[in-house]
């Protein structure tokens, strides 16, 4: 085990992302409210990015490529434990809990979820090398608009859809193009997950908290 600056002893392989780049931006959305449950999720506990050691040298060559252009990383989750996917099953079982639906789910049944693949029982963000993320304009903070908010639920958020701008689009692809380059595979239905080919734990799925 080696000890890292959030205080926090990981397994072998894990890194705290900002000991590495302190450039990349951050906002664990299931830390907070803001999110398709409208709660904190169990096991996050501060904002802190944690990922593969693979996962963040990789990382860091797509933000070299961006600042390039004044422009950064923004990292809406990374490593998740198995608590957490395990709030959302739980949470996707009661259907009338649906605080969040019309910012999140508006045009899909809650009942629905599993079946068409938003909910798991399983998530390769347990595994340390998969990321959900988008790119900032640091010369104004402002998110680049990729037609789709982290998170909806919905076919406008596959990563080729046509149902979205030109301008939209070539967003999409920046990141996308950002990220194939440099070793991450993508996501077909969720224009913001990526995840490193060739992960170091293919098959764990992990479970220490976010702290």
């Known amino acids: 085990m080696t000890f890292f600056s959030f ?18 931006q951050s906002e664990l959305r299931y830390l907070g409210n803001n999110n ?20 963040a040298a990789a990382l860091q060559k797509v933000q070299r490529f961006l600042q ?12 998740r434990p198995q608590q957490a996917v395990n709030h959302f099953v739980r949470w996707a079982k009661v259907l009338e809990d649906t605080l969040m639906k019309k910012q999140f789910y508006p045009t899909v049944p809650k009942s629905q979820l599993f079946k068409r693949g938003y909910i798991a029982s399983k998530s390769g963000h347990s595994r ?4 959900d993320l988008t790119i900032v304009n640091t010369k104004t903070g402002k998110e680049l608009d990729m037609g789709s908010p982290f998170d909806f639920f919905g076919i406008t958020s596959h990563a080729l859809s046509k149902k979205i701008t030109a301008k939209q689009q070539k967003n999409r692809m920046l990141l996308r193009t950002a990220m194939v380059q440099n070793n991450f595979r993508p996501y077909k239905n969720e224009w913001w997950h990526f995840t490193l080919r060739f992960e170091p734990f293919p ?7 976010i702290e």
Do not use: M, R
């Open 7 to 24: 205080g926090q002893s990981l397994p072998d392989g894990f890194v705290y992302l900002s000991d590495l780049d302190k450039t990349i």
């Open 36 to 55: 398709f449950i409208g709660k904190p999720i169990d096991g996050y506990h501060k904002n802190c990015i944690i990922v593969t050691k693979e996962t």
């Open 68 to 79: 390039k252009k004044d422009l950064s990383l923004k990292i809406f989750d990374a490593y």
């Open 128 to 131: 340390g090398s998969t990321l």
């Open 203 to 209: 098959k764990t799925y992990f479970n220490f908290p």
